[in-house]
């Protein structure tokens, strides 16, 4: 995993998330961040979770009788590993939409010696099986 916040190169351990509050503005200044890794290297747990929450969409969309997310209709629920492969950008839009918890857990499991605090995820994208996430970050304050 590559890690950069104000285009400078930070070793992940030091980055968590900001979990109450995600995605709201802040007082802090915020620097932008990207995040590279190559979509082989996600935690199996994540892969796990990604998987239930097709499973449990395939479910809702069956009891409801209509699909919230016509794309995994369509690809008859896949699993997401599959995702990844042949709709690269419907597996981007997940993560953005409904996994991204899951997703930062799984990449920043520690919350020790924290540095920088991701505060939001601006844009996803999934090219060539590299995971490429951009928002912002700020700077961690112990209080």
Do not use: H, W
């Not at 503005?25 to 190559?38: A, H, P, W």
């Not at 747990?45 to 995994?72: H, M, N, P, T, V």
């Amino acid at each position: 995993m590559i890690f950069k916040s104000a285009g400078q190169a930070i070793n992940p351990s030091i980055v968590g998330y900001r979990s109450l509050g995600f995605g709201e503005d802040t007082t802090f200044e915020t620097v932008e961040f990207e995040l590279t890794t190559n979509t082989q290297e996600l935690a199996m747990d994540f892969f796990r979770r990604a998987d239930s929450f097709i499973a449990q969409c395939k479910i809702d969309d069956e009891q409801q009788g209509y699909a919230d997310i016509q794309g995994l209709k369509e690809l008859c629920y896949p699993n997401f590993s599959n995702l990844i492969k042949n709709a690269p950008d419907l597996a981007a839009s997940l993560i953005k939409d409904y996994l991204y918890f899951d997703l930062l857990d799984s990449l920043f499991p520690t919350s020790k010696n924290l540095k920088i605090v991701i505060n939001n995820i601006k844009n996803i994208k999934i090219i060539d099986s590299n995971l490429v996430i951009n928002g912002e970050t700020f700077p961690y304050l112990n209080m």
